[in-house]
């Protein structure tokens, strides 16, 4: 009897398994490719998505890192003809030299930050759309300057950096129209030093609230007793912000590279812009809590943070994308 019972219900297993409309996962391989350590923010926002889905069982996952650009279609060559299904990775300043890789690996998916849109029928693009929370911050910072004189501290006056600056700008001036702005770019992804260097310059031209798009300028707001806002990953618990920073503009490339890999498990992956994807509405962008500071920001402007955070997600309020280089006001 118990030898029957098991063989029915081996067989019902199997055809549960195996029966018409039933679809089996499937793990796919996935390859990253990055031009920074892992541990660069902008970097480490992708591997950290991939990783979550490697460590949920739907990928696969290799990656490489401080790849540069001279040799990053090598690599990306490389990958293709190992048999991943994904590439992850960013074609900046490499742009058409991907593309050319697209041609040649058409049976291969890639999804690349680029400045450009989609190419051909296997080249996805995506970008930095964090602007949203970055418009909220603003109305904060607004609100919180005493001085009338916010400063902002960046890498490089590109596309991806601009967008974020210009709508920040705009949330403070939607508050308070009286304020004015510093902006500086310290012409490097990564150097902590400079920044504090830049963000000090600033403080001394009298501004007494730092937008922190870098690494370095927490370190000198806390030396001087200011508030700043963060910028990607949560500078409040990553980058030593406690009772620093108010708040950080998160980006969460989750949602979009969850959608490319369903996309690939589907056989439905095409070239297309993945913009909305990492933006509020899909989840690709967040603000982070307000810690320390929750206690301290006004009732009425939590509430009209929290209202405009509503119209933002349901489109009645969009923040305009201004990829035009900000200029400092005074």
């Given at each position: ?14 055809f549960a398994l195996f029966s018409p409309g039933t679809v089996l996962a499937e793990k796919i391989k996935v390859a990253g490719i990055y031009t920074q350590p892992i ?168 501004v007494d609230v730092l937008y922190a798009e870098r690494a370095g300028v927490v370190d000198a707001a806390r030396e001087k007793g200011l508030v700043a806002f963060g ?37 439905t992956f095409a070239a297309e812009d993945y913009k909305e994807w990492t933006m509020m509405a899909k989840g690709g962008a967040s603000l982070s809590p307000f810690y ?39």
């Amino acid at each position: 009897m118990r030898k029957y019972i098991m063989y029915v219900m081996a067989v019902a297993l199997s055809f549960a398994l195996f029966s018409p409309g039933t679809v089996l996962a499937e793990k796919i391989k996935v390859a990253g490719i990055y031009t920074q350590p892992i541990q660069q923010k902008w970097d480490a926002t992708l591997h950290r998505a991939l990783k979550g889905l490697a460590e949920k069982g739907e990928i696969d996952y290799v990656f490489s890192e401080k790849v540069s650009n001279t040799d990053y279609i090598r690599v990306l060559r490389e990958y293709a003809e190992s048999g991943v299904d994904l590439i992850v990775g960013e074609a900046f300043g490499i742009s058409r030299d991907v593309r050319k890789a697209a041609d040649d690996y058409p049976d291969v998916a890639l999804l690349m930050g680029d400045s450009f849109g989609p190419y051909g029928s296997n080249m996805s693009v995506f970008d930095n759309y964090i602007h949203e929370p970055c418009y909220l911050m603003g109305m904060i910072a607004g609100t919180m300057t005493t001085t009338n004189k916010i400063g902002m501290v960046g890498g490089y006056p590109i596309g991806e950096v601009n967008r974020l600056f210009n709508a920040f700008m705009a949330g403070a001036e939607a508050v308070n129209p009286e304020v004015q702005f510093k902006v500086s770019f310290i012409g490097s992804w990564y150097d902590p030093p400079k920044a504090k260097e830049f963000a000090f310059a600033q403080i001394e031209a009298g501004v007494d609230v730092l937008y922190a798009e870098r690494a370095g300028v927490v370190d000198a707001a806390r030396e001087k007793g200011l508030v700043a806002f963060g910028n990607v990953n949560d500078m409040n618990k990553e980058e030593n912000g406690k009772d620093v920073v108010v708040a950080s503009a998160l980006w969460h490339m989750e949602p979009a590279i969850g959608h490319a890999v369903s996309r690939v498990k589907a056989g439905t992956f095409a070239a297309e812009d993945y913009k909305e994807w990492t933006m509020m509405a899909k989840g690709g962008a967040s603000l982070s809590p307000f810690y320390e500071f929750e206690e301290k920001l006004p009732a009425e402007l939590k509430a009209s943070i929290a209202e405009k955070t509503a119209a933002i997600k349901d489109g009645s309020f969009v923040v305009e994308i201004n990829d035009d280089e900000p200029k400092s006001t005074f």
